[in-house]
């Protein structure tokens, strides 16, 4: 399951946004000590599964899914303490909830809302705490090295003196150049500045024209500097708005919406932003049993997006029949699409595309 992490200053709306895109209403508690993340799980939105699902009428319908974890006053004690939380250091990219409305009776942390002063203060926060991991790993890495040297040790120590010198400068690591082996070989020390970053932009009700329109949200709030740093994105929500929506049955919320001219909920963009900020697509399964969504990252072959289902269909992989679900939705049925030649055969190189509808062959 993809999981990603919220972090955010006190009062900037972070825990309201994760209750209402996970439905978990339990606080943050301590243990031991230490505060404890809530995890929930969000499901993607995805209408293409509810399409299919009046074509098949399946006994289930299951869409993607991206599990958050929220953690009270990660501004407060500091990105160093985030080391200590396994869901946020195995997170595979951070939202960043960064307050923008300016209600007086909701305190802040500073004296005036100044959402680019207060992105800059937690991205910081991620570099210190990157550097500090980087400074002890090195001081290690010379002690060893002084043992016997091993290219692999040599390696490994450039890649950490570079790591050093870009957050020493001020830059995350997500926006640092390498091959994927370096990444692989940094992804043992999880470094908070190396995952993808999510700025969820938390506007005022007076702000609903830029709510669909994340880049135009970030230049109002002066962040549009942050947007052109390599892995991040922004998504504009109003927390006021998402909680009334919440509120209302299917119904009245699309009509409430529409009044505002808006299309969905903003916590459904927040979860597809994250999705796709990921680099994962969706390939879907349908039938009178279940109609599913599959999350693989972009670029995977079949074979490997044949071991999401099951390991076995894997490794009996023999073809894949392929539709897109724009012609299934279309003439309505596999068969009428054979019949007009859209089923596609494939083999394990495939590389499965966003809307797939696949049916594995496979040997038992």
């Known amino acids: 399951m993809l999981r990603t992490a919220l972090i955010g200053f006190p009062s ?3 825990t309201t946004l994760f209750q209402l895109m996970t ?3 339990e606080a943050p508690r301590a243990g031991h000590g230490k505060l404890e993340a809530s995890m929930g799980v969000a499901r993607v939105p995805d ?6 699902a009046a074509i098949y009428n399946p006994k289930k319908v299951t869409p993607a899914t991206v599990e958050f974890a929220d953690l009270a006053g990660t501004g407060r004690t500091g990105a160093q303490a985030l080391l200590d939380v396994a869901p946020y250091r195995n997170a595979d990219a951070l939202v960043h909830v ?3 409305f300016r209600d007086p009776s909701v305190l802040h942390h500073s004296d005036e809302i100044k959402p680019a002063n207060d992105a800059q203060a937690m991205e910081d926060e991620l570099l210190l705490a990157d550097l500090a991991v980087t400074e002890k790993r090195l001081e290690r890495l010379e002690r060893d090295l002084k043992k016997g040297r091993t290219p692999e040790l040599e390696r490994e120590r450039a890649l950490l003196v570079r790591c050093k010198a870009a957050l020493e400068e001020g830059r995350p690591l997500r926006g ?6 370096e990444r692989k070989v940094l992804r043992g020390f999880q470094f908070l500045s190396a995952k993808p970053l999510l700025l969820v932009i938390n506007m005022d009700e007076a702000d609903t024209a830029l709510l669909a329109d994340g880049a135009k949200a970030a230049r109002a709030a002066g962040l549009e500097a942050f947007l052109s740093r390599a892995g991040t994105r922004a998504v504009a929500v ?3 708005i998402e909680l009334e929506i919440a509120q209302l049955d299917e119904a009245d919320a699309k009509a409430f919406l529409g009044d505002l001219g ?3 909920p903003g916590v459904n963009r927040v979860i597809r932003t994250t999705y796709d900020l990921l680099g994962y697509i969706s390939f879907l399964t349908s039938g009178e049993d279940e109609c599913r969504a599959w999350s693989i990252p972009r670029g995977t072959p079949a074979q490997l997006a044949a071991g999401e289902i099951h390991s076995d269909i894997s490794r009996g992989f023999i073809r894949a029949e ?14 009428a699409c054979r019949e007009h030649g859209e089923v596609r055969l494939e083999g394990k190189e495939y590389v499965v595309e966003d809307g797939d509808v696949i049916n594995f062959r496979f040997a038992t």
């Open 12 to 14: 900037s709306g972070k």
């Open 23 to 25: 439905s978990h209403y």
């Open 47 to 52: 209408e293409r599964l509810h399409r299919l």
């Open 98 to 100: 960064v307050r923008a």
């Open 176 to 181: 640092v150049e390498m091959t994927d082996d």
């Open 238 to 240: 109003c927390a006021k």
């Open 262 to 264: 808006l299309t969905e």
């Open 322 to 335: 392929v539709v897109r679900y724009e012609h299934l939705v279309a003439r309505g049925s596999m068969a």
